[in-house]
T-cell receptor, first 111, second 113 residues
Framework: EDQVTQSPEALRLQEGESSSLNCSYTVSGLRGLFWYRQDPGKGPEFLFTLYSAGEEKEKERLKATLTKKESFLHITAPKPEDSATYLCAVQASSSASKIIFGSGTRLSIRP | KAGVTQTPRYLIKTRGQQVTLSCSPISGHRSVSWYQQTPGQGLQFLFEYFSETQRNKGNFPGRFSGRQFSNSRSEMNVSTLELGDSALYLC????????????FGPGTRLLVL
């Protein structure tokens, strides 16, 4: 069965303290892996799409990487405004056009 | 370019009633997907519409239905509401559907009493 697991569930960092969020997936044929950021009471905001192992994408303080089994979202020198829930989602060949979301990582950055 | 819009933003209903939610995709986008988000289950896929046809469906009962119009706007209907249907309902649009990037709307917060 296709599955997406995110860890840790919650992460508290000091401003400027770099870290990584993990997204492990078990799917039959990855068609795409997506990272979103969600603020409380709002819809998810698109960050990155990764399609194949070895691919990397960067945006400001965020960098997403992909292997055959997992993806990492690296956050460098975070600021308080980076506090949010970060969601990972995958689309698998076996699931046609269905997309499966992980449960998210709640990131809190203290000033 | 305007983003995805959803109406209404908030809704309170009672058990047994039905509700219709609306979603207007980004201009030019032909695919609209619907999701239910709850604290316990997270984000779950309901269905996807592309060019007025339902292309895929998640594991939800038949009380949940949808449709898409020729201008790509979409509606989602939930009949015979249950307390467990209380959730944030999100729609997302993309140009041609998955695995292309989806852009989400702000959601409709539904409370069933």
């Amino acid at each position: 069965e296709d599955q997406v697991t995110q860890s840790p569930e919650a992460l508290r960092l000091q401003e400027g303290e770099s870290s990584s969020l993990n997204c492990s997936y078990t799917v039959s044929g990855l068609r795409g892996l997506f990272w979103y950021r969600q603020d409380p009471g709002k819809g998810p905001e698109f960050l990155f799409t990764l399609y194949s192992a070895g691919e990397e994408k960067e945006k400001e303080r965020l960098k997403a990487t992909l292997t055959k089994k997992e993806s990492f979202l690296h956050i460098t020198a975070p600021k308080p405004e980076d506090s949010a829930t970060y969601l990972c989602a995958v689309q698998a060949s076996s699931s046609a056009s269905k997309i499966i979301f992980g449960s998210g990582t709640r990131l809190s950055i203290r000033p | 370019k305007a983003g995805v819009t959803q109406t209404p933003r908030y809704l309170i209903k009672t058990r047994g009633q039905q509700v219709t939610l609306s979603c207007s995709p980004i201009s030019g986008h032909r695919s609209v997907s619907w999701y239910q988000q709850t604290p316990g289950q997270g984000l779950q896929f309901l269905f996807e519409y592309f060019s007025e046809t339902q292309r895929n469906k998640g594991n939800f009962p038949g009380r949940f239905s949808g449709r898409q119009f020729s201008n790509s706007r979409s509606e989602m209907n939930v009949s015979t509401l249950e307390l467990g249907d209380s959730a944030l309902y999100l729609c997302a649009s993309s140009l041609g559907g998955l695995p292309e990037t989806q852009y989400f709307g702000p959601g409709t917060r539904l409370l069933v009493l």
